[in-house]
């Protein structure tokens, strides 16, 4: 026991500060978050046959460099619980179900977030027998992040933005 | 492992093989039926092991389709083939020698049309995408074509008795994790039998290869499993230059071996966070996905990206590495050293830790040897099996890489076994940057004959990954198969699941992590 707290007193904080993002300080968005939804950003994201490159990316967000849930955004594990549906992979014909079944069951106004090359335009495996060539084909997207992976810090910014472009929206969908 | 010509038997089946070229000792047997299952005979009582089946449509060459096995042997890779003529789509299967062949066969099956005799007969890549009837790796089948989705059963063994019921979990999992099916019978919590379904990400790939030229496979390849792009872009890599005869500067084979022990490392370092935590740990996933990240900017600013998607070229390597990092990545390694010494002793001396570790998921090694086990799962089940050493190409050859074994078959053994592992992969990271030659990077690609076949393999961080390539003309991709090591590793866990309760699953799972993605292809 001894071992870990000396081990996490030495370690300190290591979190950097969020990125910019457009029109204002991602710290004022998240004050922002916190007053249109009260609580976090509920992020449900869907493998659509992702290489799992994209998946890295988005397991470094969640270490403490990244401080993903300082930024008032959190992971969860039902659709139904989410605010944004965060999609990976040029959606295979084999996840298409799955993936619209999850849509169907995030709460309005359902956002969404197309994370790397493959989910914007279904990158190197494009468009065939076994893949939709991206989440566009499949679902209305609000924001793509292009990268092959995008890296974490992109990855953030999108999710900042999406959420601020839809803030409006997602204050109608509390107030109702 | 089996050697050629080992017994009389041998030499008569390997009469006609011809050498195949390769990165390692690598020979191509043509078969008839009954030379097809026979060579296979020998190789089992030889103690060799299936690596991949795939096969390919060569009816417009007039040889009708073409059905592949290749077998790890003590000497080097044996590529079996057999030509089914005349119409003939059946062929000899394999899996009740070899058990990981059944589902190799049923996705052989799925995408080219030609089955195996034996019973299961549902579709493994195939859900319910495209038509039964639509074989894409047929020659008049093309990639681009689109089908509606039409929802077929899919009949999972069940399980009948009192008080068994079915827990049905996936394709969507909890966390971010690829997806897949998994069918647990339970009486209680524990688990009485456990079935996967995987293809959920099949992205056509062969298919694809076949829309590209030989200079540009290795990035599809690099984008099949991206937590293994640097091994795979290595083995397509490594089967082009053998096809090409093409010579890889010495310079660009050690910094390869560089990016590929840093991709283990990252693996390693991720896993053992996320192991703790399934644990129960939460530190341990803050304090290695820390380290992780340190790693992925290190790679970032020595090798030019976080993940190594581009880094192996055909020819060589993407980027040559700054001198300063002959100083500083040797800092970072003791570094790390250090922290993984604490983190080991905090994981060992943590009850609560051991406590789940240990005795949970176990693979006895005589279930790991009769289904196939390779890599990562095998050495944690006391085989000492590992390409790096059994079959030394450069710069392997002069590493005296330590295969890494642990006997008891656990979770426990298996995270010893990544914590051993990151201190080898940094002491030989450290032994390449001290050798590391000078000179080119790259050297141009060399012309590779129209029709010419090759294999390349590399021990990736969980196994074994091969690549079999076939020139078409003016520099096309005839065909292109990769097999990930999960195919032969997929099946040890639902063995090593039984018994066990059903919340240790994710903990069991996560201790063998397996590739969906690449293997689903
Ligand atoms: S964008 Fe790149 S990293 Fe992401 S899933 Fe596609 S190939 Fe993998």
Redesign the pocket.
Known sequence: MFDVLTRILRTGICSEPLPRIETEQAANLQQRIWAVLGRALCIRQVDAG??N??ELELHALNNPYYNLEGAGIKFVASPRHADLLLV??PVSVNMEEALLRAYEAVPHPKLVVAL???AACG??FGESYATRGGVSRVLPVDRVVNG??PAPPDILRAILEAAQGKRQALAAATAT | MAEFNATPDFSGAFANAGALPSNVPCRLIETSREQWLRVAEALRAAEGMLLALWGHDERDGGQGFLVYASYLTAQGLLVARLCLRNGDERFPSLARLFPCAVRMERALHDLLGVASDQDDERGWLRHFGWPREFFPLRGENRLQTSFPPTPEPYPFVSVEGEGVHEIAVGPIHAGIIEPGHFRFSVVGEKVLRLEERLGYTHKGAAKRFQTLSLAAGHRLAA?LC?DSSVAYAWAYCAALEALSATVVPPRALWLRALALEHERLANHLGDLGALGNDAGFAVGLTQFSRLKEDLLRLNQAALGARYLFNFVQPGGVECDLDPKWATDLPRFYSHLDTELEQMRSIYDEHAGLQDRFRGAGVLSTATARRLGALGLAARASAIPLDLRVDYAIAPYDRMRTKIVTQDAGDVAARVVVRFQECLEAMRLCQRLLEQLPSGDIHSAPRVAPSGALATGIIEGWRGPVMVALQAGPSQSIRHCHVHDPSWQNWPLLEYAILGNIVPDFPLINKSFNLAYSGQDG
């Open positions: 992702s290489c490159g994209c990976t992979g790397g090359d493959c990158g190197i092959c992976p | 984008r991206g």
